[in-house]
């Protein structure tokens, strides 16, 4: 039957309206100018005969009528009416730019729109009183008008006749089929999906083809049954039907870069729109076409119908396979392939297969002879394909298959299936329940997504960023009602350091909610609902998405009712472990405080140990013991941990306790995390400075100083290390406590050290006002450092002490080395100078030690005059400017050596302090052994005026005896040229130091080596 059809006679109507087109141009003035009639009217444009004048008059964007005026210019709009009417009213609908620019004239009359919003729709009458022929309108800023209507006396016009839907059906196409592809036309029995995107457009199939009512949106598309391979076709062909003129834009969707041209409409009639490939500029691949977007198209109700790409050229029989057919594997992920394959055909277009055996996995349609990326998904992760890649034709004539071999990656295992009730979940991806149907949609530039499963019925999504630019994506879902749920819950596992992820449900919450992850292990988030209206909640979006940095996997996406109104109970610390992010819970056990450290208290009870994180420094100390906590579950740096409120702070109480039992660990397991626990007995090198957060290892097992606790380990000494158990990167560590010395294992005893002679170490270190005794006998050898040389003779503490000097060693296990802690001595001074050491000092390892030392000038007791006439100077140290000496006796029995000299000073007088004992160093080897000096006096002098140098020297050594020592150094180049005489090379080799100098290689001690 035809479509209704509206007459206006004279004796109906009495107004018509003419409305203003919607644009597709910007706010700004350099937006497209339009003056046509055409151009500006939508709708009764048969009322209209010209645009008498038309400055300034610009497209409005889409929703907003056209635009007239600048914020700079005046805009002029004149519209000569078709035939003249007594009018009585002109009713103007317009919109202002802002509350500055509202003002517009109409006919010579100003009006002034009133308060509100940008935008604003406002609506003004003017009266008439005349006949008139025309509208004018001024606007001294941006006006956007929407409609005019004109009201006149019944009678004086006859509107024309107005089609309000087709009238017939457009003609049939007549096209072969095997000429074209078919999107939507009875005549090739094709139909399509609809798209509306979001944009709020409605469709409805009538008899005339497709009805389309769109929004201000002005977007909307067609799905295609199926994917259409148009390398052959020439044109894209579809007939239109709108009641007045329009615009639309036409975009094919490929996959690749959006190109669209636009087309204009005629009313009251179908537009046969036919356009060339050719001109969708830039485009090249017509072989996977999915979609027709429509834009542009706002607030318009139209007609669709034969949408079809077609070629004028008949095809060929085509009995010919795809050649130089290359298939090879590009990357490979967890759940999918990448593969790269390229083949010839004469049709110019191919359809590539993969398959898994006899399993075909995915096609893929190219251009002929162009490389194409296939990407294979479904696979399992950490396994290897043997795949396959065939390459045919259209008509069906396929290659031989190519072999391309993948092996994918591991992926984690799955994380903790999450236990709700049914009735309290809707979920969107997890195999713990039913699914809700949804797909994934590509926001700008969306990161890669990829569906599969970690293990049976283990679904999951995998995230792959883009390397630049912003990315996003969505879950898409029918209109579901979500107001009985508090919150989206997921898992999320990142691969790489500094993930971070925005997560957002659609229409709820002001702004996405972005989460800072942890790298390598399922992130449980919770992001909070609660309250929420949403009664048709379509979407979930994830943002930002290159900030996960790397892939990046989403496991049992669903909302819940958490029911968190009250705080989830946790009868013991154990229970806490049992809890997700964010629960809120109630610590209804006492605990034992194991450590404070600030805000850091660790408590423990008799199931496990947790970290309580204080909004504020808390004032508790170990054997404290706490209950009524309340707060909310984290996880930081791998360590689960309550955060109280600063209202729940005031609820715990303190009482007396017992300090918490120390645990010995041998082996520090990820399953003892948050344990407080002692290595006992390992050894320790290293400086935990105070104020920094150093890494230490001890046993194998990383110490972090988290908490800035200053502390030395001594090398070669035993230690008992406190700490607690954490994760880093799923791997166990000990956040540093505390650290004490292990002493030797025996029962408190007194230990009597008589020392007949011992030595003051006067000259070397009275200038620092401190002296040093030390002694031994057969059993024990005794050093006592910082005695003050203001204060001797007097009584010494163990503080007056310096505690890394002064201590007694056994001699007959000499590695034990045992500091003072406790005790005093006397020290006296007799008028023949002898010095005595009386007292009682308590060692590390629980001994008592009663001293008795004796001192005398070691001076008095022996001296030994060594005449070495020729000895050798150390020149593998002239190339820093320094020198020594060295030399033998005549029967080789005594030998010394003395280091270092400047070079300026070669010549001259020294003490022990020009010495240098860290890599020289100075000492005499005789029947008692080598000697260490701790005074000297050094004269150099030329002996002869042929580069022979004369030392001479009195050296007080540590065993207590003077040596007087003649030494003579031969040079041939004489002083002025000792530089170049001595410079040598030096190396390292076996842990020895080798000098050589004129292809002659030394000892440290100067001794021909070869």
Known sequence: MLAAVLFAGSMMADSYTITFKEGSGTDSDSGTKVSTVADIISDGASYVSEVATATNVYNARIGRGIKLGTSKAVGELTLTLATPVNATSIVVTARKYNDTEKSFTIQGSDFTAGDGNDFAEYTYTYDVATEISSIALTSPKRIYFTSVTVNYEAGGVTPPATLTEPAAAPAAPTWPANQVKAVYSATYNADCGFGEWGSGTTVAQEEFGKKYVTTGLGYFGLEFAEHLNCAKMEKLHMDVWVAADASIRIVPIHGGTEVGVTKQLVGQQWNAIDIALTEFEGVTDWTDVYQIKIDNAANLTFWLNNVYFYTTVAPAADTEAPTAVVASLVSASYFSAKISATATDNSDAVIFVVKDGENELTTAPAVSGVAKEIVVKGLLPNTAYNLSVVAKDEAGNAAAPVAVAATTLAAPAPATAPTYAADKVLALETGAYTNLAYGLQDWWAMPAVVKGNLAANEPALCLLPNETGSSCFGMAFAPTDITAYDALEMDVYPTVEGAKLKIQVIGVGEAAT?????????????????????????????????????????????????????????????????????????LLNPVVVTYANG???????????????????????????????????????????????????????????????AEELATVAATDVNKYIVLKNVDAEGEFAEGTQSNLTIAGVTVRNQFKNGYAFEAGKKYNVYGVVTLYQNNPQVYFISAEVVGTPVDPQTIDITISKGMMFSDAVASYGYWDIYGENENYAIELSNISTTEVPGVYTVEDLDADYSYVVALAAPKDTIHFTAGQVEVAVSAEGVVTVVGQLTGDDSNIYNINLTYKDPVAEKTVTVAIPEATLFTGYASYGLYGAYGYTADSATYVQLGIWVEQEFQGDFTEDDLDYKYIGSGLIDADGTQSIFSAAITVTPGNGEGVYRITADLLCYNNTLYKVTMQIGIEQGIEDVDAAVKATKTIKNGQLIIEKNGVQYNAQGAVIR
């Open 514 to 586: 972005e989460y800072e992850l942890v790298a390598n292990q399922w992130n449980h988030i919770s992001l909070d609902i609660k309250g929420n209206t949403k009664t048709n909640c379509e979407q979930v979006g994830f943002y930002d998405c290159n900030n996960l940095l790397g892939a990046c996997f989403v496991q049992n996406v669903l909302f819940v009712d958490t029911d968190e109104d009250a705080p989830v109970q946790a009868i013991t610390c154990a229970d806490v472990y049992s809890k997700a992010k964010n629960d809120v819970v109630d």
């Open 599 to 661: 805000k850091n208290v660790w408590v423990k009870d008799a199931t496990a140990s947790m970290l309580i994180y204080l909004p504020a420094n808390g004032t508790y100390q170990a054997g404290d013991v706490l209950s009524g906590i309340a707060g909310v579950v984290d996880i930081y740096n791998g360590v689960t941990e309550i955060k109280p409120s600063a209202d729940q702070v005031t609820a715990i109480t303190v009482a007396a306790g017992d300090a918490p039992a």
